[in-house]
Each structure stands twice: as C-alpha cells, then as structure tokens.
C-alpha cells in the first residue's frame, strides 16, 4: 500500500505559500532566440491560456544543471491546443501539428517551440494534476509555473532513444528534489510501469550510494514487492507475445514487432495509441532517417541461445 504523503516537508509544488519560487535561466544562445521564446510566452499570457515551462529550462531551474538548447518546451492542456495553434498562427508564426496524438510546433525562421500535451508513446496525458502541483517560477519580469518534477520523472523515463537517453536528467532530479518530491504521487504516476521506476532509482544508487537517503524506504520495499511477485508469478517468456520497448523507443523495437509478431504495448487496450498514431510516427521516423530505417524489413525472430548482432 502507498502512503498518501509521507514527506516531512511540503513538496515542491505543492500549493502551499511557503513553497520555493525558482529563477529561470537564460539558456538562449543568440539574443533572437531570446526574443522569440519570450514573445511566444507573452501571446499566451495576454491569451489567458495556461502553460507551463519544460524541458531544460525546467531542468535548470529545478536542478542548477543548465546546458543550452535549441528549443523550448511549454506543456498545455489537450483541450487547449487547437486554440493555442490559433493564436500563434494569429501572431504571425509558422505552426504545424508534428503528431496528433503529442505534439505540435511554433516556429520563426529556424527557432520553434515545441506545443506538447501528452508524450511520444501516448502515455503521459497533460492533465489537471500537472498545473495543481507546479512549482511557481520567475522568467524575465513574469511569475510563471514550471513541470512538476514528478511529472518530468515520469515522462522522461520513457525516453530511451539510441540518440537520446533522458536518464541522467531523471538521476539529476532523484539527487536535487528527492527529499521534497511527492513520492506517492510520483509512484501513481508509475502504476502500470513501476519496473521502470525501479530501475532508474537503482542506476541513482549506482550514481550517488552516498544519498539513498533522498529515497524513502517504502519506496523500495513497495517496489521490491511488485518485483518479487512478478518474478514469481511471470509465465514462461516463450508465451509471453508483447514487446513494451516501444513504449521507451520508437525506433529500437520496430523489428521485433514487425518482424517477430510481438504485440506492440502501445497499441489499445494495452496503450493509448492507435494503429494510424503508429503508423504515422513510423513513417515520420522513415522520412528522417531514411539510411538507418532501411534494416526495418528486418529477419525471423533469433532462437534460443543464438546470440544478437551488433554493429
């Protein structure tokens, strides 16, 4: 069973009055790209629609960790995206739908900003709990709120791209939020996917074995006990058909879904996608990378023992 709080101290967006205001950093190369993002920024306040600030800036923010980016990340509400394509478009900017079922994005000349409201392998719906317990921020000369720390765990841990991993931004969080995050929420938000919890905390212990302590241990008891069962209780792997690694990475797992008739965990009821989702995310992947998508037709499943190439 999980505690409803257990934290001796008020989370960091909590509501409460007495909670942390962070400073943005600016993490903006070229002083367009700053004028860009904070006019961006400026449409939607003026617009009364709520947003908050993530990715990197987020990161940096939260964690002191700050490294620049080409972009920014702003989180809304599903219901709220068409109306903010709207108004940007009004404003004078490029925009596009880059998945329906995730993303969307605002863009001048080679600046954009990513419009997101949900994830990649449709897990990670914007919802109200997000804006409830986001940690309120300073950027420029306006109060904004910033993606829950637990709601960045939760997202990021699905990202397991060969050419992005989002680990370390996650052990970055465990080292600089741990005593504050609120864990019982953070543990809901991996209900279903609690394996992945797991082991990101146990890469944390392997990066940082002097500050366990920032994990409350029922944390690790109630995840060693969803382990131990599953361990007992897991049929033999030959009967088991369906492949949750599409579910960390889009393009890593395409083979053995394709090709080797695993069952593709995002696809309904197992996920949230649907099969034209799917397809459209491969066929975007395809286009961009044409050269390394070519080995997709793939081969029969390996046997038994026969061991995996690698390249």
């Known amino acids: 069973m999980v505690p409803s709080q257990t934290n001796p101290t008020p989370s960091i967006g909590d509501g409460t009055t007495t909670q942390t205001t962070f400073r943005v950093p600016n993490l903006a190369r070229k002083a367009s790209c700053r004028r860009f993002y904070t006019d961006v920024l400026s449409f939607l306040l003026k617009s009364n629609i709520s947003f908050l600030l993530g990715g990197s800036y987020a990161l940096a923010a939260l964690t002191g960790i700050a490294r620049y980016t080409k972009d920014i990340d702003l989180f809304i509400h599903p219901q709220d995206f068409p109306e903010v394509m709207k108004t940007m478009k009004k404003a004078g900017y490029r925009t596009e739908t880059t998945y329906s079922h995730w993303l969307g994005k605002v863009s001048h000349n080679e600046l954009f900003v990513d419009m997101i409201f949900s994830s990649g392998n449709g897990l ?100 060693w006990k969803k382990q131990s069962e599953k361990l007992a209780a897991t049929p033999p792997l030959s009967t088991s058909r369906v492949c949750y690694g599409s579910l960390l990475s889009g393009e890593q797992y395409v083979i053995p879904i394709h090709s080797w008739k695993y069952r593709d965990a995002r696809l309904n009821p197992i996920g949230k996608m649907s099969e034209n989702e799917i397809c459209g995310m491969t066929e975007h992947i395809k286009k961009e990378k044409p050269a390394q998508t070519q080995w997709w037709t793939g081969t029969s499943a390996p046997t038994s023992g026969t061991p995996a190439s690698s390249d």
């Not at 709990?129 to 000369?141: G, I, K, M, S």
């Open 124 to 223: 990670c719906d914007v919802d109200e709990e997000w804006f409830r317990y986001a940690p309120h921020a300073t950027w420029e000369n306006w109060s904004i709120r910033l993606t829950p720390p637990e709601e960045m765990i939760w997202t990021k841990a699905f990202v397991m791209e060969r050419h992005r991993y989002d680990g370390a931004d996650i052990i970055h969080l465990f080292h600089a939020c741990g005593p504050k995050l609120n864990w019982a929420r953070l543990c809901k938000r991996f209900e279903t996917h609690w394996e992945l919890l797991l082991s990101h905390l146990t890469i944390f212990t392997f990066v940082y074995p002097g500050e366990i302590w920032k994990i409350p241990n029922w944390v690790w008891q109630d995840l």
